[in-house]
């Protein structure tokens, strides 16, 4: 400790204490009024200054979190409850306004098909995986009226046919699948063909018509609407015709049809539990 006081360390920070003193005796034998020494002193102690000021405001506002801090807590809770009811408030009315929705869709095929049964609005709720097909499973079953074979539609056409149902839901195999095989007409000149999945178009998004008389007028653009069977009603939009090719045997033609449903993106879809002339499953 001895050593300190002879050190140059120790000796500066005594002339800086003694530069201190004369500033401040200074000032006091002016009356009060040496402006330039109070300048001088204040530039001295300004980095102290400012080291004391970031202490206290950090000590101020440790403080205040340890004494508020179950007020802050209790605040928070609130704010992240009333933020919860607004956001069930808002899910409530887009899951409202979906519904009704679909139930304006419905009425309005209800009025243009007077003969049509349908149940209530079906919600896709699975997708095949890896299914080129597209088939899906919807949220409704036979609790709800629905049987295999019933087909299945949107506001904009055909999608394809239940096939497995259970109580509450139910498997959709599309046009794609070749195994849905549907009638169906040419709108402008009642050409007729048979619409049949095929692997290779369905990859493409497209199926395939069949069965087309070699002298039937079909062309790029025609509309293809269903021609009605015991499983199929009527009139039903189906797509329109990409192309038009001969078969290999030069007997008939063949079409390339594109759906007017793409099935990967339907969320919801209506299915016609009874219609005139539709087949007797029981």
């Known amino acids: ?15 800086l204490m003694a530069v201190i003193i004369g500033v401040m005796v200074y000032s006091l034998t002016k009356g009060g009024y040496a402006s330039d020494s109070e300048s001088v002193f204040g530039i001295v102690l300004e980095p102290f200054q400012k080291v004391s000021n970031t202490i206290s405001g950090k000590v101020t506002s440790t403080l ?10 209790e605040e928070n809770q609130q704010l992240k409850e009333t933020l919860n009811e607004v956001y069930n408030d808002i899910i409530d009315y887009d899951k409202l306004a979906r519904e009704n929705e679909q139930y304006r869709v419905l009425f309005g095929l209800t009025e243009e098909h007077d003969d049509y ?24 079953g036979s609790n709800d009226g629905i049987a295999p074979y019933d087909p299945v539609i ?17 498997r959709v195999r599309t046009l794609f699948s070749p195994r849905t095989a549907v009638g169906v007409t ?5 050409a007729t063909g048979i ?12 199926c395939r018509m069949s069965y087309i008389s070699e002298s039937s007028d079909i062309e790029a653009g025609d509309i293809i609407v269903t021609s009605g069977s ?10 329109t015709v990409s192309e038009v090719g001969m078969e290999d045997n030069g007997l008939s033609q063949y079409a390339i049809i594109e759906p007017a449903i793409d099935p990967s993106n339907v969320s919801t879809v209506f299915v016609i539990t009874s219609f005139n002339g539709q087949a007797d499953e029981s």
């Not at 300190?4 to 000796?11: D, H, I, L, N, Y």
């Open 1 to 15: 400790m001895k050593d300190f006081f002879r050190t140059t360390k120790f000796k500066v920070l005594v002339a």
């Open 64 to 73: 205040d979190m340890l004494f508020n801090a179950k007020k802050y807590y």
């Open 117 to 140: 049964v349908f149940s209530a609005p079906c919600n896709v709720i699975a997708r095949a995986a890896n299914d080129p097909y597209r088939s899906f499973t919807i949220d409704k």
């Open 154 to 170: 949107t506001s904009a056409g055909l999608v394809g046919v239940c096939y497995d149902v259970a109580r509450s839901t139910s």
């Open 186 to 190: 040419v709108l402008r000149t009642k």
């Open 195 to 206: 619409i049949e999945g095929d692997y290779e178009y369905a990859e493409e998004g497209y």
């Open 230 to 239: 015991e499983t199929f009603p009527a009139s039903q939009l189906v797509g």
